[in-house]
């Protein structure tokens, strides 16, 4: 039976490699889907692979207009708001803290931390009472990685954001977790690959994939069946916590 049927979710980092993976399996669970990101040619290149059932809009995560706005065209789009993904995130670049550009930290930050605030602070009103909202971490919230230190902190930070909005949506029963994958064999991962390597991608994944128990980076996926039953009502007893999807990495 398909678990989601007559839910509506949002979906920022829409046109991204877990976005879309996500809600395409969110559609096959029976869901509807609004997709937000910040490239039109890339929402409508995903709009299209998907099919019915999908919306989507441009904005930028890092400003209160265009939450706000998000949050409301979903509603007007579907009438509801059932599951919020709260996935949009950036990686910055790979340099000491010393040496690390204070305008890129900035953006990590304005990016994976005002976001995914802005994202709760607007969203959560639109909800449906029993909803859930599922927050992007890391294991890089959960364990400090030399070099990266702006990705590290925002998805530390995001953790926090996480327990307390939980609590605070707890009397409407919406639940709120994060997800903290390992390594995903994504184009963000190509990106820190060639940043802790340059010139060498290659030997800097299979460096981070010794790294991990089970030998691999996740595949999006693997990472999007868990949204998708943080998303569902298999997981209607489990809120406040962090979800660790990393293939043994911190065992």
Request: charged share 25%; net charge neutral.
């Amino acid at each position: 039976m398909k678990r989601l049927v007559g839910k509506v979710a949002i979906i920022t980092g829409g046109a991204g490699s877990i976005g879309k993976t996500t809600a395409k399996q969110f559609l096959n669970e029976g869901a509807k889907v609004f997709l937000v990101d910040m490239s039109k040619e890339a929402l409508q290149k995903v709009a299209d692979e998907l099919g019915e059932n999908v919306a989507y809009t441009v904005a930028d995560v890092t400003k209160a207009a265009d939450v706000e706005r998000y949050a409301k065209e979903a509603v007007d789009k579907f009438g509801k708001v059932d599951i919020f993904f709260n996935n949009a995130g950036i990686e910055g670049v790979v340099k000491p803290i010393i040496d690390y550009p204070e305008d890129i930290f900035d953006k990590v930050m304005a990016v994976n931390v005002k976001g995914m605030w802005l994202g709760c602070k607007y969203v959560l009103p639109q909800m449906n009472d029993g909803g859930s909202m599922i927050i992007t971490s890391s294991v890089a919230g959960i364990a400090g990685t030399p070099g990266v230190s702006a990705y590290v902190t925002s998805k530390h930070a995001v953790i926090g954001l996480m327990r307390t909005a939980a609590l605070e949506a707890a009397s409407r029963k919406i639940r709120v977790n994060t997800i903290n994958p390992s390594p995903v064999d994504n184009r963000m991962m190509r990106s820190l690959e060639d940043g802790f390597a340059p010139g060498h991608s290659t030997e800097a994944k299979k460096g981070m994939e010794s790294g991990i128990p089970l030998g691999r980076y996740a595949q999006p996926e693997e990472i999007a069946d868990l949204v998708v039953f943080l998303s569902s009502d298999e997981s209607k007893f489990i809120t406040g916590t962090v979800q660790v999807i990393a293939g043994g990495m911190g065992a």
